[in-house]
């Protein structure tokens, strides 16, 4: 394959090492560059207030021992060796693990789920429905799938995770560029630094913001080159501070200066284990970058680049630190060369903004998963590159991230409050991704409870005891993430409740084809030219907000499709698959139902090739009138149809296409003969519509027609109907309730946007529909 630097290449099996070596080189850039500036500000915090740096050595080779078995416990041992193999069809991250335990245990939160879904290729590849080995497993499934609370629980854990996610979006970029602007107090007296420092960093934070809407691809090419470049700097500075100032400073390596350490400083030590957890900053990026690149790269860039870096990076501190015991400032900087910090303060502020990237893009990635699952309010996404997977652009987010980030750098004004904050977010994430981990290894990967066990305990230890470091802080800086993710917790699980209510609702009130059937000699509706395309969330039924539409209009299209646009528990849906049509009613009223299905990570765009493939969908599930080539899924329940899983025009070559006159250019494929099914004359078409049928196989007389009654109603135009829904409480309902329905998700609904579908739409074509929903 080709490979174009800041190009992320989606997860393969099979890899050569020559694309693997490319894959860990472009890592760098794009995974460690928050990991790769932690040794900015490590020693900084440590040594701030809970520890003083006293004469003897104790304190420094406790806290180095400390940093040294965090580094290869955590990040090496947890998520290099462990957590990595728990991807989702080579996808990572929080959201993942929790696709995993939905599918193996049923316990999805997604309203609209169907049993088609578990027939998608990437929802069997990884032997869904095979009962769990142990006795203890099948129990714990089907313990999951009775109670409703513990599959709340799960939600819960995984947003929690989400919002620390977000939240570490909010605190990474200020301390990143704050510790490494500080390198500037060397070089300046304390008053005048006491006025640069605050607005460099704020000028950069607002210029790493604004630049966003550009996308990374731009300059992405520079990002593996600035960290490569960082982590030579720091590691061959910290071999010469070995080599010149304690060339015995591996002797700190060993664990029983972590023992000496707590036992001197007690009290404060412990505390200080708040600070040192941020030599692990950026470690859950490994995960959830996974499907950019695959396991073995990200494995081998940090085994064999960024673990050794950091290591010595930290080791070079440590030894400079052991013969300088009178010093104030124990930052970064008075570890390097005084001739080389200009160089060195570049290089580490290059190095921030990449890492502060990173974790901005990475956020807005986590929102736009919590959105296709429901847990999020409709944002606007733009996708900055056409060619590079995951790179998007969320204008609401990214200035709220902004206003936080200079509101949280503002309000602390040095790394000790934003390193308070910062490690319990970072901590958070660890402890979620802990906590599902075990569910995974009993449920999906179908290991004795005794290894999911060991497992928690072992580092659900760890986690825990840096965990309450942290939240022993709560008043100097720790309280920031808590509320910030609190007030993000609220939104989802608002935003969620109220959607679940609304398509509760839904359901309750679909009504049947038979009532439509009747409507049309009582009240004598009619049928005009043009598709009508009804958009609902409803898999199943006809939606509410069409019998509302009929009955007053008395009018609808002579081929009307029922669209539902919905997202899977799965990271990708393959296009071969992606179309779900059926029939509503008998053939002759030309209705369809269309379910068009995404992964949580596929991007989609609403534009003239989708309404293709959508017309598409339609006549090729007409030529085989349901069966034939095309798989069929019979769904269960009275009100299921008889759905077909259909590709998208480029899946089915030697299937029907669609072209215009201005814009035909379909040649045909293979040796196999084509005919024209040619639509009448019209009176001034705006365009000239035709379909590409193959000659074989025939299709018999009254798919022929059917075929040119949806080709002239393409011609004709479409007309987009979408429903405009105002949700309230039902009369009685709690007060609580009632704030949440009434207040709370009616102020995300009008203050969010439309569905990404409706915001595209033309606006001449589109007809909304009011309705109120009693929930």
Same mark, same amino acid.
């Given at each position: 394959m080709d490979l174009v630097p800041g190009v992320y290449q989606n997860h393969v099996k099979t890899e050569s090492w020559r694309t693997v070596l490319t894959l860990a080189y472009q890592s760098l850039g794009v995974v460690y560059g928050d990991l790769s500036t932690s040794p900015l500000y490590v020693y900084r915090n440590t040594f701030a207030e809970d520890i003083e740096h006293s004469d003897g050595n104790e304190e420094i080779y406790g806290v180095l021992s400390f940093v040294f078995w965090t580094l290869t416990l955590v990040p090496l041992l947890?998520?290099?060796?462990?957590?990595?193999?728990?991807?989702?069809?080579?996808?990572?991250?929080?959201?993942?693990?929790?696709?995993?335990?939905?599918?193996?245990?049923?316990?999805?939160?997604?309203?609209?789920?169907?049993?088609?879904?578990?027939?998608?290729?990437?929802?069997?590849?990884?032997?869904?429905?095979?009962?769990?080995k142990t006795g203890f497993g099948s129990s714990l499934k089907s313990t999951l799938e009775k109670h409703r609370v513990l599959q709340r629980f799960l939600l819960v854990l995984a947003l929690v995770g989400a919002c620390m996610v977000i939240g570490d979006g909010v605190l990474s970029p200020a301390i990143s560029v704050f510790s490494a602007v500080s390198g500037l107090e060397l070089s300046m007296s304390k008053e005048?630094?006491?006025?640069?420092?605050?607005?460099?960093?704020?000028?950069?934070?607002?210029?790493?913001?604004?630049?966003?809407?550009?996308?990374?691809?731009?300059?992405? !090419?520079?990002?593996?080159?600035?960290?490569?470049?960082?982590?030579?700097?720091i590691s061959a500075i910290g071999i010469y501070n070995i080599y010149w100032w304690d060339p015995h400073v591996y002797r700190a390596l060993s664990p029983h200066y972590m023992y000496h350490f707590l036992r001197k400083t007690e009290k404060e030590g412990w505390m200080s284990l708040g600070s040192i957890l941020l030599c692990i900053t950026?470690?859950?990026?490994? !995960?959830?970058?996974?499907?950019? +690149?695959?396991?073995?790269?990200?494995?081998?860039? +940090?085994?064999?680049?960024?673990?050794?870096?950091?290591?010595?990076?930290y080791m070079g501190q440590?030894?400079?630190?052991?013969?300088?015991?009178?010093?104030?400032?124990?930052?970064?900087?008075?570890?390097?060369?005084?001739k080389l910090r200009c160089p060195v303060l570049v290089i580490a502020v290059l190095a921030a903004v990449v890492g502060s990237q990173a974790i901005i893009t990475g956020t807005f990635s986590i929102i736009k998963q919590c959105s296709a699952l429901g847990c999020f309010p409709k944002v606007k996404i733009v996708h900055t590159s056409s060619k590079i997977h995951g790179q998007i652009y969320i204008p609401e987010i990214n200035w709220i991230l902004m206003l936080l980030c200079l509101a949280v750098t503002l309000g602390f004004r040095d790394t000790k409050g934003l390193g308070n904050a910062s490690g319990l977010a970072v901590i958070t994430v660890m402890l979620v991704t802990t906590c599902l981990m075990s569910l995974v290894i009993v449920l999906c990967w179908r290991c004795n409870i005794f290894f999911a066990i060991c497992f928690v305990f072992f580092f659900g230890t760890i986690e825990a005891l840096y965990f309450s470091a942290s939240l022993i802080k709560f008043l100097e800086g720790a309280w920031v993430p808590i509320a910030l993710s609190a007030i993000f917790m609220i939104a989802m699980h608002v935003w969620h409740y109220g959607t679940i209510k609304k398509y509760e609702f839904d359901v309750q009130n679909k009504v049947s084809i038979n009532w439509l059937l009747s409507l049309g000699p009582s009240l004598g509706i009619v049928r005009v030219r043009g598709i009508g395309l009804v958009h609902t969330e409803l898999v199943s039924g006809i939606p509410a907000i069409f019998s509302h539409f009929v009955t007053n209009l008395l009018a609808f299209h002579q081929v009307l499709i029922f669209l539902c646009i919905k997202y899977v528990p799965v990271p990708h849906v393959k296009p071969e698959e992606r179309f779900l049509v059926g029939r509503v009613g008998p053939k002759e009223c030309r209705l369809y139902r269309c379910i068009v299905r995404y992964g949580y990570r596929d991007i989609h765009k609403d534009d003239i090739d989708f309404e293709n493939d959508l017309v598409c969908s339609i006549a090729q599930f007409i030529r085989f009138g349901g069966t034939g080539s095309n798989k069929t899924i019979e769904e269960l329940g009275k009100d299921e149809d008889k759905m077909t899983v259909v590709g998208s025009c480029s899946t089915h070559a030697n299937g029907i296409q669609i072209c215009g006159d201005d814009v035909c250019n379909v040649e045909p494929v293979g040796s196999s003969e084509l005919r024209e099914i040619k639509s009448p004359p019209v009176?001034?078409?705006?365009?000239?519509?035709? !379909?590409?049928?193959?000659?074989?196989?025939?299709?018999?007389?009254?798919?022929?027609e059917e075929l040119q009654e949806l080709m002239e109603a393409r011609e004709a135009g479409i007309a987009y109907i979408l429903g405009h829904s105002y949700v309230k409480a039902k009369h009685g309902s709690s007060t609580l309730k009632k704030l949440v329905i009434d207040y709370g998700y009616e102020f995300l609904r009008r203050n969010s946007r439309a569905s990404t579908y409706a915001f595209s739409l033309p606006h001449a074509c589109t007809l909304e529909v009011g309705m109120v929903c009693q929930v």
């Open positions: 947890k998520y290099v060796f462990i957590v990595l193999r728990a991807d989702d069809n080579g996808e990572g991250g929080t959201f993942a693990l929790y696709s995993l335990l939905c599918r193996h245990a049923r316990v999805s939160s997604l309203p609209n789920c169907q049993l088609a879904d578990e027939e998608l290729s990437e929802y069997k590849k990884d032997s869904v429905g095979l009962a769990p005048q630094h006491k006025y640069v420092e605050l607005p460099v960093v704020c000028i950069i934070l607002i210029g790493l913001f604004a630049l966003q809407h550009y996308g990374t691809h731009r300059v992405g !090419f520079l990002f593996a080159p600035i960290v490569l470049t960082w982590l030579l700097c950026g470690s859950e990026a490994m !995960f959830a970058d996974l499907g950019h +690149f695959s396991q073995l790269s990200i494995k081998i860039a +940090f085994t064999a680049v960024v673990y050794p870096a950091l290591i010595l990076a440590a030894a400079y630190l052991s013969e300088h015991h009178d010093m104030e400032n124990i930052g970064f900087y008075v570890s390097v060369p005084e009176i001034k078409p705006q365009k000239r519509v035709r !379909f590409i049928v193959p000659e074989s196989p025939k299709i018999d007389a009254s798919a022929g």
